[in-house]
């Protein structure tokens, strides 16, 4: 079975920049996540899917955020524009559904890097 | 509210010796817990996971926790550590939507 895919894996902008990554889930997980995880610390949850409508945000900056999963499938996540403070690793996990009983699976995660 | 706090930034241990790493939860309400580990530049692997029944939870690579509650602690063990269990672990609490309150992680670091 196939595991999460994210792409790029690095990124490098210079702030007032935009960006965007994107996510694979595992075939067939309808609930999928995005977390963003700072050097030293552990991930925290930017937003939520289950399939294609938005289940938890309430911790994305949404005045330079935004994420979205048209088809239920694949997610993209973008900031714009970048600011220093966004330079994280940027996970993306999916799982069969929204219930803590099922296990998240991560991806590799995009490191971004804002100069 | 949830949160989880890990008490050891660091734990360093020599190879085939025992180690524990703390863990402690808050939550208002029915808690899930669960320890993940992430090796360099991966994503987040699940080790274990506590949702009801037996208090005492095994996991991947000779790994256990046991969850209690009078203490609100779930902390992960293992008898005999290797090298390559030298990585970064993150405890975490889940509610019933699924979403992960993580902690700040403990980077275990094994010593030949």
């Known amino acids: 079975e196939a595991g999460v895919a994210q792409s790029p894996r690095y990124k490098i902008i210079e702030k007032r920049q935009s960006v965007a990554f994107w996510c694979n889930p595992i075939?067939?997980?309808?609930?999928l996540y995005w977390y963003q995880q700072i050097l030293g610390q552990g991930p925290k949850l930017l937003i939520q899917?289950?399939?294609?409508?938005?289940?938890?945000d309430s911790q994305l900056p949404k005045d330079r955020f935004s994420a979205e999963r048209l088809k239920g499938v694949d997610s993209t996540l973008k900031i714009q524009p970048a600011k220093l403070e966004d330079s994280a690793v940027y996970l993306c996990?999916?799982?069969?559904?929204?219930?803590?009983?099922?296990?998240?699976?991560f991806g590799p995660g995009t490191r971004l890097t804002v100069t | 509210a949830q949160s989880v706090t890990q008490l050891d930034s660091q734990v360093p241990v020599f190879e085939e010796a025992p180690v524990e790493l703390r863990c402690n939860y808050s939550?208002?309400?029915?808690?899930?817990l669960f320890w993940y580990v992430q090796y360099p530049n991966q994503g987040l692997q699940l080790l274990l996971k506590y949702l009801s029944g037996s208090t005492l939870v095994k996991g991947i690579n000779g790994f256990e926790a046991e969850f209690n509650k009078s203490q609100t602690s779930f902390h992960l063990r293992k008898p005999s550590v290797h090298i390559s269990d030298t990585a970064e672990y993150f405890c975490?609490?889940?509610?019933?939507?699924?979403?992960?309150?993580f902690g700040q992680g403990t980077t275990l670091q094994v010593k030949p």
């Open positions: 975490a609490v889940g509610g019933n939507t699924g979403k992960l309150i």
């Open positions: 996990a999916s799982s069969l559904s929204g219930t803590s009983g099922h296990e998240q699976y």
């Open positions: 075939s067939g997980h309808a609930t």
């Open positions: 899917f289950q399939n294609n409508g938005v289940v938890d």
């Open positions: 939550s208002s309400v029915s808690v899930y």
